[in-house]
């Protein structure tokens, strides 16, 4: 390995190591939040988070809380196992989307503000899009489905 | 949360990343992709078992997948069991190592499946088992 391969490249493997890595973190990151909404980890509810989307002066809140729920849990699993990953991305992209636009609305960008500013949805959203550009990776279920078993 | 809803979910997952991720191996043999057809020739199967294991794949995903049909279940899951240990035992034949990043020519994924699809088999609730089983 040369010096500038150290500061240009990367090899396929550490490609695969990353997104493993990469995947796990914030896969789980979003069925913890999808947890959350249904009650099951961390002092929110769903009866209070519908409350909140209605208060926002979202239409259908009922139907929208359980809509996100249901995306981050099915989507940060599909990310986390690299099952239909670029799908997960594109279910976990569009509730940041959504968070960012609306659920932070008049919170600026720093997540100290009060109300809080949507930096981290807006993170997460940045990297579902990363995540969709560079795909699932080798340690991946879909690597295997795909290949043909 | 109850211990059957987490059976329940257990249940759930290990079927959909198993048994029902098959209609896509299923799919893609029936159209003769290009991942399965090198896949079979590596292993030095004549080109028509792309026909065979694809149809058996795509009916054994809908039997499991869908409510009911319970003894056609218990087939689906012998069927699968058989793939399975079969395409790992054709891998070992041909000489492929355990894992190897660049797919296909290895035979941890089958035994990865073979492991998701036992366990949907024991996770099964009972609305989906034979009676008595």
């Known amino acids: 390995m040369t010096i500038s391969n150290f500061f240009l490249f990367s090899s396929t493997q550490e490609y695969d190591i990353a997104m493993l890595i990469g995947r796990l973190f914030i896969g789980i990151c979003f069925i913890v939040h999808g947890l959350g909404k249904l009650g099951l980890v961390g002092p929110g509810t769903m009866k209070g988070f519908e409350g909140w989307l209605g208060s926002l002066g979202l239409p259908m809140p009922a139907l929208q809380a359980r809509l996100a729920m249901v995306l981050e849990i099915a989507g940060g699993a599909f990310i986390a196992t ?27 960008y720093l997540i100290t503000n009060t109300p809080p500013g949507n930096e981290y949805a807006v993170n997460l959203a940045a990297i579902c899009v990363v995540f969709l550009l560079l795909g699932p990776g080798a340690y991946s279920i879909d690597a295997m489905i795909w290949a043909g078993l | 949360m109850k211990k059957e809803n987490i059976k329940l979910i257990a249940y759930w997952i290990t079927t959909v990343l198993g048994p029902t ?25 004549p080109w028509y078992f792309i026909y065979i294991i694809g149809f058996w794949k795509l009916a054994g995903a809908i039997v499991i997948t869908m409510p009911g049909v319970p003894l056609l279940k218990e087939w689906a899951y012998a069927g699968f069991f058989f793939l399975l240990t079969g395409a790992a035992a054709s891998h070992i034949f041909v000489g492929d190592p355990f894992f190897r990043v660049e797919a296909p020519s290895q035979f941890f994924p089958p035994l990865l499946f073979l492991a998701l699809t036992i366990a949907s088999w024991a996770l099964r609730p009972p609305s989906r088992r034979l009676k008595g089983a």
Not at chain 1, 91 to 98: E, G, N, R, Y
Not at chain 2, 21 to 45: D, N, W
């Open chain 2, 21 to 45: 991720s098959f209609l896509i191996g299923g799919v893609l043999h029936l159209m003769r992709a290009q991942q399965p057809l090198v896949q079979l020739a590596h292993l030095e199967y």
């Open chain 1, 82 to 108: 690299g099952f239909l990953m670029r799908v997960g991305c594109l279910m976990c992209l569009a509730t940041m989307v959504v968070a960012a636009m609306v659920g932070h609305k008049g919170g600026g």
